[in-house]
């Protein structure tokens, strides 16, 4: 038999299609994220724009119905800045994640090392630990609904509620 059998053939086009299918779907995978990855640098954005004291960063990641605490969204956006400035925030990081996906919505658990510059607090870093709850939107994009503090050293995260975040 030659090379031109159409069963060659036919087996060489469905190995190209294939090939194909799966650089497209490499490619399409690259370029799209997925919510998790979304919300991951969701959180990222959140924590920078409050060290860079960056309202339409923090803003365009809230949900319109956030909360914290007894905090609504605009007293969210304005005690970040304020307690960013009041403390000497200079840097955060997040030193620990654990990520929870349920339908429409996505918990991401985490540690952040906050350094400061403030005579107003006993050390330069200060470990706090959040959770975050992002919902999903009609659009595709996620959006920061409610903040809970955990804790941070000996504070407990009712207690960082009350000291910091009441109405």
């Known amino acids: 038999m030659s090379g031109n ?3 060659e053939q036919a087996r060489s086009a469905r190995g190209a299609l294939r090939a194909a299918g ?3 779907l490499g490619v399409v995978s690259y370029l799209v994220d997925t919510p998790k990855e979304k919300v991951i640098k969701g959180t990222h954005a959140i924590l920078q724009a409050t060290v860079a004291r960056d309202k339409t960063i923090l803003a365009a990641n809230l949900h319109p119905n956030a909360t914290l605490a007894g905090w609504r969204r605009q007293q969210i956006i304005d005690g970040a800045v304020q307690y960013a400035d009041q403390f000497g925030l200079k840097s955060a990081t997040i030193t620990g994640t654990e990520i929870k996906e349920n339908p429409g919505m996505i918990t991401v658990t985490m540690r ?8 107003k607090l006993p050390y330069d870093n200060v470990p706090t630990d959040w959770q975050l709850d992002w919902w999903g939107t009609t659009n595709g994009k996620w959006l ?3 903040i809970t503090p ?9 207690q960082m509620s009350r000291q910091y975040f009441s109405k």
């Open 144 to 146: 920061l609904k409610d």
């Open 22 to 24: 799966r650089i497209l």
């Open 112 to 119: 952040v090392i906050g350094t400061f510059q403030s005579q």
């Open 150 to 158: 955990i804790g941070s050293g000996n504070l407990k995260g009712d």
């Open 5 to 7: 059998c159409p069963t």
